[in-house]
Structures are given as structure tokens and as C-alpha cells.
């Protein structure tokens, strides 16, 4: 069946304009998590949708930052106003979250890189 | 709050000698404990997890883990690598009940050399 997909694979922008990242989950997937990944670095969690409970927003490094959730499936990653500091890989990961097990399942990742 | 430590940014190994890749972590409740793998310019995907039950877990492309309470590990090993296990490994940890964000380690990683 179909993976996690992520739109675009690569993003180049311009300091200060905005950038929208797209995430495809698993169909049926009730968790859907956004990752940032910096060169050489690990994962920093940003942000986190289950069902219809209210996200997650605790890993957001700024107000810059929003993310949404459509429909329970396609979700959009916002960044407003980008920064250089903003660069890295952003991954996205769903999870059917049932007791017990809530292994993720990750996106190839967008690389935005800000000149 | 919980933890996860990898203990080696980067494990350098030669073919076909045996590897173990190191996690410790740290929490006041019970786990579940994963091992993802990153190839280069790829997201992650799941080697192996514990959930509960025996502590020697095995996962794909012949990896092995084992849980070990007292200690507070889970290390990774294979017993014999190859050049396309080079890659990116992470550790990560959840917890039951409250919040299904796992916590992730920093990350090791393996170079197999030829």
C-alpha cells in the first residue's frame, strides 16, 4: 500500500518569504507528526495531531511556525517569514496509535533550504 | 520526564564484522522501545521494536535487539554487517498511556567500510 508521502521532495526560497510543506499520511492513520532534521543532526519534534483532540504545538521554535490538519489526513506545515536558521530536512510520520504500539511510519522529507 | 542516550555518534566497522550500536534510557514508567533506520536522503524506517514479552527482539535485515530493565538499555547488534547497513540508526522511546510523541535519540552513525 502507499506510503507516507511529502510535497515538494526539495523547496529553495528566499529569506522572508513564506513556505508550505505538504504531508500525505497512511490512510487510516489517527497520529500524524512533524519532525525537523538539521545536517548532522537528530530529529526535533515540532508538532503532533491525534484524531481530533487539539495538536501538539509544544515543539514549535517559533511563532513562525503553524502547521494544520485537515480532514483527519493531509496535513500543511507553514513558515512564515523564513530564516537561513529555518534550512534542514522537515519529515513527516504517521502513526495508527492503538494501545500499546505506535511505531511511525516517516515520509521521504522535504529539504528547504533558504538563501 | 524521559530520555533516550546514544552513546557513539559514529561507529566505524569493516565488512562482515559484528556491530552493536548502544542506547540507554531513562524513565519512571514502563516502555516501548524502537531502533529506526535513515539511509541517506531517505526518512526513517522501523528496524525493530519492544513492546513487551521476551527482550530479544528481532527486526529486518537480520538486526537484533535486546531489552535489558536492570541496565536500562536496548543495544542494537548484527553479526555481521554489510556496505548497505551504512546508514543512520536511532533509538526511540515511548511510554504508556499520556502522549504518544516518542523521544528520540541523537542519532549513530555506521559506517561499514569494504
Known amino acids: 500500500g502507499a506510503g507516507v508521502s511529502q510535497s515538494p521532495s526539495n523547496k529553495v526560497t528566499e529569506k522572508g518569504k513564506d513556505v508550505e510543506l505538504r504531508c500525505d499520511p497512511i490512510?487510516?492513520?489517527?497520529?500524524l507528526y512533524w519532525y525537523r532534521q538539521s545536517l548532522g543532526q537528530g530529529l526535533e519534534f515540532l508538532i503532533y495531531?491525534?484524531?481530533?483532540?487539539?495538536?501538539?504545538k509544544s515543539g514549535l521554535p517559533s511563532d513562525r511556525f503553524s502547521a494544520e490538519r485537515t480532514g483527519g489526513s493531509v496535513s500543511t506545515l507553514t513558515i512564515q517569514r523564513t530564516q537561513q536558521e529555518d534550512s534542514a530536512v522537515y519529515l513527516c510520520a504517521s502513526s495508527l496509535v492503538i494501545s500499546g504500539s505506535y511505531e511511525q511510519y516517516f515520509g521521504p522529507g522535504t529539504r528547504l533550504t533558504v538563501t | 520526564a524521559q530520555s533516550v542516550t546514544q552513546l557513539d555518534s559514529q561507529v566505524p566497522v569493516f565488512e562482515e564484522a559484528p556491530v552493536e550500536l548502544r542506547c540507554n534510557y531513562s524513565s519512571s514508567v514502563s516502555v516501548y522501545l524502537f531502533w529506526y533506520v535513515q539511509y541517506p536522503n531517505q526518512g526513517l524506517q522501523l528496524l525493530l521494536k519492544y513492546l513487551s514479552g521476551s527482550t530479544l527482539v528481532k527486526g529486518i535485515n537480520g538486526f537484533e535487539a535486546e531489552f535489558n530493565k536492570s541496565q536500562t538499555s536496548f543495544h542494537l547488534r548484527k553479526p555481521s554487517v554489510h556496505i548497505s547497513d551504512t546508514a543512520e540508526y536511532f533509538c526511540?522511546?515511548?511510554?504508556?498511556?499520556?502522549?504518544?510523541?516518542?523521544?528520540f535519540g541523537r542519532g549513530t552513525s555506521l559506517i561499514v567500510h569494504p
Open positions: 495531531f491525534q484524531g481530533n483532540s487539539a495538536p501538539d
Open positions: 526511540a522511546l515511548g511510554t504508556s498511556g499520556g502522549s504518544y510523541i516518542p523521544t
Open positions: 490512510s487510516g492513520h489517527t497520529a
